[in-house]
């Protein structure tokens, strides 16, 4: 009989982590990361390792064995995205191919699963997305088909793309966001939703999807084919969403017809730093997510590594003010360091001078422009510090958009003010006229000729009413004239006060708020900026001096631009809002006065109080090393009338006394000669019993 050996071999043992999760995570980050099947919610605090966390959630989902295709992974922006898709890669690279996880932006997973399945829904699969650019163009052939007669200004198609986009994120009809954020064109809705439908219905026409379509389309496919819906969530075994918090509602929609009948989601994100509902963020997606998803699992990581303990206990005194919120604190993974300080100021002129020596001081510590900030909450609140700045000689980049007095509503106010101090300024002039409905360039050429032919000290009102002139205007453009010649007339009449802070309010009165509330959304602030330049400019009696100041700021961009010794380094200027998700070493608040910081608009009821204190929160936590939440005293209006500010309520709120999470740094001055170091700068005197500007500080109790 033959004899066949049978060899025994030793089960196999289970297959270990092939990451070291324990020794690369904190307990907090493993303990999310490990987290089991069904919906889990991490709160993720500032600085608290988020990405890491979420891009150690996927490797460990693709070690447990979920398929890559079986992932999906929705950010907010295609950097973030890559960022995190490349941890990913260098994580499971070894183990899993990273490339089938379907990863990227909310518009680039949708835009992937409707090529698949845009024909259920009557598009070819070969639709095409509009750009910006591609939206606007249409829009401006829909509005030119209605033919419209009105003598109102019809927004511009952008406002009109800005409304239709508003509803589809909101998923509200055009008719009710035209009432809660557009009401002054109500006078037009018809047209306007007219309009509206018409854009839609050109889109269906030629199978053309613009970036909201393409959520919503997502949205109509997981709606109403139940077959494609089963079929999505059979594939995605896992749904992970990044910066969760800042979610709309048809975001959040999407998020949850995905997870489907499994459950099986994680999203990531920070309720106290959910700040966009300007933008149509919804709070409730994060803050009711755990009532959406009964027994989800909620892990909170609260070991910060940005911030210094000092700077960790003043954020974290600030929003424990808040009732809604997932209760929190974050500790310091960093030791101890400077108290940060409260600093008032005597005025805005004062509270730029400090920062700008403060800032000089850093740098000469060792300390470069690139590692410090300058937040606020509005853009107007830095005009003082750009001129500042520019004095000195500090090169900075505004991260909020282009340098105050760069941008095209305060050129077009300063335009008017240059036109009243010099009538032969032809730039002056073909800029504002261009602001009349119905003269284009060719028209603002015969005008501006005509006018030269006149004689010379021809007063304005003579010279806008002539027949020569008149004659070339088209009969659109009539209306629009005449107020603009009433307003040259108010500005130029005899006897008139000719301050630049009383022209300008005089330009806001004579029809340019009301072409600034035809052509900006409210949440743009045009209005708000020029009312903030009308302040600042009472304070100069003569307008060609305020005009040279302006002129000052705008030379040294030219020199920083042009010049061949360019800065290598630049100080940041920034709204709080842009200023989400980065950090410097030292940070400067400006403006902590009530109705600045928080805005008065913005704070109307408690919820919108507490998503201000959320946005002073998100300014506190961008800070690594030194803080410093500067405010005015007063403002001047008009010559010799100080007006006494209220500090911030998120200042008053914290903590006083012994104990204080802050310091105080009062502000001494000193006198110094005119023109040395320190010294009395050309701006307006101190007022009677101020002794100068300051030249240096202490840290002490008022």
Same mark, same amino acid.
């Given at each position: ?26 307990? %907090? ?7 089991? %099947? ?95 650019? #591609? ?40 008719? +009710? ?147 809604? +919120? ?30 700008? +020596? ?6 000469? %510590? ?17 005009? %003082? ?146 009312? +903030? ?129 802050? #310091? ?39």
């Amino acid at each position: 009989m033959a004899t066949r050996t049978y060899t025994l071999k030793v089960a196999p043992a289970k297959p270990s982590p092939r990451i070291d999760y324990a020794a690369l995570l904190n307990e %907090e980050q493993l303990q999310a990361v490990e987290a089991g %099947e069904g919906p889990v919610l991490v709160i993720a605090g500032a600085g608290s390792g988020k990405t890491r966390t979420l891009t150690f959630r996927v490797a460990r989902l693709l070690e447990r064995g979920v398929p890559p295709e079986g992932i999906l992974l929705l950010t907010f922006t295609n950097k973030a995205a890559r960022e995190m898709t490349r941890r990913v890669e260098e994580l499971a690279g070894s183990f899993a191919d990273v490339r089938r996880i379907l990863g990227g932006t909310f518009h680039h997973a949708a835009h992937v699963l409707l090529r698949q399945h845009a024909g259920a829904l009557g598009f070819s699969t070969s639709f095409t997305v509009l750009d910006r650019e #591609d939206a606007r163009d249409l829009m401006v052939t829909c509005i030119a088909e209605r033919k419209l007669k009105s003598d109102k200004r019809f927004p511009r198609p952008e406002l009109v793309l800005d409304l239709v986009s508003m509803a589809t994120n909101l998923q509200q009809p055009v008719s +009710q966001v035209l009432v809660d954020r557009r009401p002054q064109f109500l006078p037009l809705a018809p047209e306007v939703l007219a309009t509206a439908a018409r854009y839609q219905q050109r889109k269906a026409q030629m199978h053309l999807m613009d970036f909201d379509d393409l959520l919503l389309h997502l949205k109509r496919l997981l709606t109403q084919h139940d077959d494609i819906r089963a079929q999505l969530t059979e594939r995605f075994h896992c749904v992970l969403v990044d910066e969760y918090q800042d979610t709309n509602r048809l975001q959040g929609d999407l998020v949850d017809l995905l997870a489907g009948a499994r459950k099986d989601l994680t999203v990531v994100g920070d309720d106290c730093q959910s700040i966009y509902s300007f933008r149509g963020a919804d709070f409730t997606n994060i803050i009711g997510f755990p009532e959406r998803y009964p027994g989800c699992a909620v892990y909170t990581l609260t070991r910060n590594y940005r911030s210094t303990p000092e700077i960790l206990r003043l954020a974290n005194a600030s929003i424990s003010r808040n009732e809604r +919120q997932f209760p929190k604190e974050l500790t310091a993974a960093r030791p101890s360091g400077v108290m940060p300080v409260v600093v008032p100021t005597r005025d805005a002129d004062e509270q730029a001078t400090f920062v700008a +020596q403060r800032i000089l001081e850093l740098r000469d %510590e060792g300390l470069s422009l690139e590692a410090m900030a300058v937040l606020y909450r509005a853009h107007s609140h830095s005009l %003082e510090l750009q001129l500042e700045l520019a004095r000195r000689g500090i090169p900075f980049r505004v991260r909020s958009g282009v340098r105050f007095f760069e941008q095209s509503h305060i050129k077009d106010v300063l335009a008017y003010l240059k036109l009243v101090n010099n009538a032969g300024d032809e730039l002056a002039f073909k800029r504002v006229v261009r602001r009349v409905p119905g003269v284009g360039p060719a028209t603002t050429e015969h005008l501006w000729t005509s006018l030269r032919t006149l004689p010379e000290g021809t007063a304005w009102a003579e010279a806008l009413a002539h027949d020569d002139v008149r004659g070339h205007l088209p009969r659109k453009a009539q209306k629009g004239f005449q107020r603009f010649a009433d307003l040259m007339a108010r500005l130029t009449r005899p006897g008139a006060v000719l301050t630049p802070g009383v022209l300008i309010e005089d330009v806001l009165a004579g029809g340019y708020a009301e072409y600034l509330k035809a052509e900006f959304t409210e949440e743009e602030q045009r209005e708000d900026d020029i009312r +903030q330049l009308a302040l600042f400019a009472s304070r100069f009696e003569d307008l060609p001096r305020f005009l040279t100041e302006i002129a000052l700021v705008s030379e040294f961009a030219a020199e920083e631009a042009l010049g061949a010794d360019a800065p290598d380094e630049y100080l940041t200027l920034s709204t709080v809002h842009q200023a989400k998700g980065l950090e410097w070493r030292a940070v400067f608040v400006l403006w902590l006065a009530d109705g600045r910081f928080p805005l008065s608009l913005a704070a109307r009821s408690a919820e919108e109080e507490e998503e201000e204190r959320r946005l002073f929160y998100v300014a506190l936590t961008r800070a690594r090393d030194e803080l410093a939440l500067v405010y005015p005293l007063t403002v001047q209006p008009r010559e010799g009338d100080r007006i006494l500010l209220r500090v911030s309520r998120f200042i008053e709120e914290l903590p006083a006394g012994e104990g204080a999470p802050y #310091d105080r740094l009062v502000l001494a001055t000193v006198e110094a000669a005119p023109g040395e170091a320190g010294g009395p700068s050309a701006r307006d005197a101190p007022p009677q019993g101020a002794s100068g500007p300051l030249v240096s500080g202490t840290d002490a109790e008022d």
